[in-house]
């Protein structure tokens, strides 16, 4: 768990870091820098490893779901990718099988907020600087945050700009000083954008459930890979907005379709708790403890051929910090909590191809006949 929560926060450190990883043993951590950086990174990953380390000792991560699978996992020996391509840093493109299994795992996912009615939205791909900050994201991701900007309303500048960009090849080191003060971001995560509909206002214990599907930015340095790590992803959400018992009921319902879903789908993996990467800040470690402890965020963790694992989803229990935030209550009394369902689709994508491949006939027997598949 330590491991984990190390190399989530290591890439941070510094700009130079690249491919941190642990040996075998799990006790030495390597990474690649420049070799005159060597000794001051090495210095800031030690102390880091021995805060995280300290911090989670006495902590043992509680696992709701394991597959069968996961006991015994077998792996597809040549996933074709060819679907699959990069345009740029985090930006994937799908076509083929790779899409068709973005299209399969958007519209399951979907229905996971049928029992509930979950009413669909809609939300922008932008966000006010003034949303992310009442949801505290600046304080404790700050390093995710990709800026929305222009330039500035005035002829000179965007004269002088296109002048010098007249046959640049790409945005020059001056573009910055010309830019406007940024209002907006890209989104992060499109649950945000239902707590600030819901600003201000007064709602039922239990009765709003949206259902969204949006796309999201987060910027992950290094870490930065394949399908696993991208700055630009899809994320199916089913957001629930009410009372802290009802709230918690759905989410364990939630928890026990996932588990049947992995079963269904003979993947290996488990839904366990969990923590967000937060910023490698003096809080960050007590914040790390304190998801892992309470039980407040569990992810859907599927293995990899690699040894490693990705977090495809997550449910997560906000408590009423939204509630505060929005100035949202309940019709009976005191501040609105929420649940968020998500779902990670390219990571959905990735790791279904590298556990079943991409040859249907030897997928699950739920997914053959589902529409997407049908002309293959």
């Known amino acids: ?73 077998r792996f597809s020996a040549s996933p074709d990718f060819s679907g699959v391509h990069f345009l740029g840093t985090g930006q994937v493109a799908l076509e083929a099988v790779p899409l068709r299994l973005f299209r399969y795992f958007d519209r399951v996912f979907e229905k996971f907020g049928d029992p509930w009615k979950a009413r669909p939205l809609m939300t922008p791909t932008l966000i006010s600087d003034r949303v992310l900050a009442l949801c505290d994201y600046f304080r404790s991701f700050p390093q995710y945050v990709t800026f929305a900007s222009h330039l500035r309303e005035e002829v000179d500048v965007i004269d002088k700009f296109r002048a010098r960009h007249d046959t ?106 969990a923590s967000d990467p937060f910023f490698v800040a003096p809080d960050a470690v007590s914040k790390t403890y304190f998801q892992l402890s309470s039980d407040s965020k569990f992810e859907v963790s599927l293995l990899l051929p690699d040894g490693g694992r990705t977090a495809v989803g997550s449910h997560n229990y906000h408590s009423d910090f939204f509630g505060r935030a929005f100035h949202t209550d309940v019709e009976s009394g005191g501040p609105m909590h929420s649940v968020c369902v998500a779902f990670g689709l390219e990571r959905w994508v990735y790791a279904f191809m590298m556990q079943h491949g991409t040859d249907v006939a030897k997928w699950p027997d739920t997914m053959r006949d589902a529409p997407e598949f049908q002309s293959l």
Request: charged share 30%; net charge negative.
């Open 168 to 273: 640049a090849p790409a945005i020059d080191d001056s573009a910055l000083a010309d830019m406007a003060r940024p209002e907006a971001c890209l989104s992060p995560a499109v649950c945000y954008h239902v707590y600030n509909l819901n600003r201000d206002r007064t709602i039922p214990d239990f009765g709003l459930t949206y259902g969204i599907c949006g796309k999201c930015f987060r910027f992950e340095s290094s870490n930065i890979s394949d399908m696993r790590r991208l700055w630009d992803f899809t994320m199916r959400e089913v957001v629930f907005l009410g009372a802290r018992v009802p709230l918690l009921e759905a989410r364990e319902r939630s928890i026990e379709m996932m588990g049947a879903f992995l079963h269904e789908h003979r993947l290996a993996g488990e839904i366990r708790t």
């Open 1 to 73: 768990m330590a491991r984990e929560e190390i190399l989530k926060q290591v890439a941070f450190l510094s700009q130079d870091i690249r491919a941190a990883r642990f040996d075998d043993t799990g006790e030495i951590i390597s990474f690649d820098a420049p070799e005159e950086h060597g000794a001051r990174i090495a210095a800031d990953v030690l102390g880091l490893a021995q805060r995280i380390q300290r911090a989670l000792r006495s902590l043992q991560r509680k696992v709701l779901v394991r597959t069968p699978e996961a006991d015994d996992p």
